[in-house]
């Protein structure tokens, strides 16, 4: 059992920078691979990026890419999303998910393969 609780987001402006937390209750999160995903009014869910359970491993979504960075400090049951050149497309509730699937990696990019989540947190950036 894992519950997730983000934070850190806000209004900014274009080309600002913001680091999102997301807080893990629960004694497994050191064995889940931890995602961000992120959704604006009317548009699917959009898988950010992804980072496996000892944090050698990350992937990021191709909007996202070459801009933010996704870490985790397991000792401190925390996940982080550092997002720089932020853009108004960024705009969107910004969820935090964990799965504890074995095939976590070829489903990294879809929610289903997350078991947990967030209640998410919101990021608008202005022009």
């Known amino acids: 059992q894992v519950q997730l609780v983000e934070s850190g987001g806000g209004l900014v402006h274009t080309g600002d920078s913001l680091r999102l937390s997301c807080a893990a209750s629960g004694r497994a999160f050191s064995g889940l691979a931890m995602g961000w995903f992120r959704q604006a009014p009317g548009k699917e869910r959009e898988y950010v990026a992804v980072?496996?359970?000892?944090?050698?491993?990350?992937d990021y979504g191709d909007s996202v890419q070459g801009r933010f960075t996704i870490s985790r400090d397991n000792a401190k049951n925390m996940v982080y999303l550092q997002m720089n050149s932020l853009k108004p497309e960024d705009t969107a509730v910004y969820y935090c998910?964990?799965?504890?699937?074995?095939?976590?990696?070829?489903?990294?990019?879809?929610?289903?393969?997350?078991?947990?989540w967030g209640q998410g947190t919101p990021v608008t950036v202005s022009s």
């Open positions: 980072i496996s359970w000892s944090g050698s491993t990350t």
């Open positions: 998910a964990g799965s504890n699937r074995g095939d976590w990696w070829r489903g990294r990019g879809a929610s289903q393969t997350y078991g947990y």
